[in-house]
T-cell receptor, first 115, second 115 residues
Framework: TQLLEQSPQFLSIQEGENLTVYCNSS?????LQWYRQEPGEGPVLLVT?????EVKKLKRLTFQFGDARKDSSLHITAAQPGDTGLYLC???????????????FGKGTKLSVKP | ETGVTQTPRHLVMGMTNKKSLKCEQH?????MYWYKQSAKKPLELMFV???????ENNSVPSRFSPECPNSSHLFLHLHTLQPEDSALYLC??????????????FGPGTRLTVL
């Protein structure tokens, strides 16, 4: 069974601080996505990474896919209260026998940014 | 607004009731998904429909019965549920369920409580 482990589970920081959250697996993924979910809403896609070692930037958010395509990180610079939410990583793979479009989700990192 | 709507947003039902959850997508997508999101567990994929055909059923109990009359609508029929079925039920859609790394657009979810 493929698992995606996210850490930390909870993170509470002050506005302006930097942070990194991690998504790790013992399995290889063909692609990996990061979503943000706010209370009372469904997850919203932030980025998809496909190539090992790939780095993508979205304003103050930097996403990296590990060289071996087993792990990923999300770094937020100068966090703002609007960044508060549940950050989910999701991997897509054809190795486990399901449709290669299906996603496996981690449990998420719950981020709280205090003003 | 992601283009995926779900009704009702909240539902409380007894174990002997029968109810249905509805999902509609206005994105012209061909794949639709049902997920279950429980506290302390990762998002669990329940069912996948690709071009109105069910392509995935992740060992979901028969008290959950999906229906996909067309590529824009997806239902989840519920009967004789258990209290442990209480969760947030999320619907999602994507352009094509077989595409690697396809972006999934989520609805806001139905918060279900089974008494």
């Amino acid at each position: 069974t493929q698992l995606l482990e996210q850490s930390p589970q909870f993170l509470s920081i002050q506005e302006g601080e930097n942070l990194t959250v991690y998504c790790n697996s013992s399995s290889v993924f063909s692609s990996l996505q990061w979503y943000r979910q706010e209370p009372g809403e469904g997850p919203v896609l932030l980025v998809t990474v496909v190539t090992g070692g790939e780095v993508k930037k979205l304003k103050r958010l930097t996403f990296q896919f590990g060289d071996a395509r087993k792990d990923s990180s999300l770094h937020i610079t100068a966090a703002q209260p609007g960044d508060t939410g549940l950050y989910l990583c999701a991997g897509s793979s054809h190795y486990y026998g399901g449709s290669q479009g299906n996603l496996i989700f981690g449990k998420g990192t719950k981020l709280s940014v205090k003003p | 607004e992601t283009g995926v709507t779900q009704t009702p947003r909240h539902l409380v039902m007894g174990m002997t009731n029968k109810k249905s959850l509805k999902c509609e997508q206005h994105l012209g997508h061909n794949a639709m998904y049902w997920y279950k999101q429980s506290a302390k567990k990762p998002l669990e994929l329940m069912f996948v429909y690709n071009f109105k055909e069910q392509t995935e059923n992740n060992s979901v109990p028969s008290r959950f019965s999906p229906e996909c009359p067309n590529s824009s609508h997806l239902f989840l029929h519920l009967h004789t549920l258990q209290p442990e079925d209480s969760a947030l039920y999320l619907c999602a859609s994507s352009q094509d369920g077989a595409d690697l790394g396809n972006e999934q657009f989520f609805g806001p979810g139905t918060r279900l409580t089974v008494l």
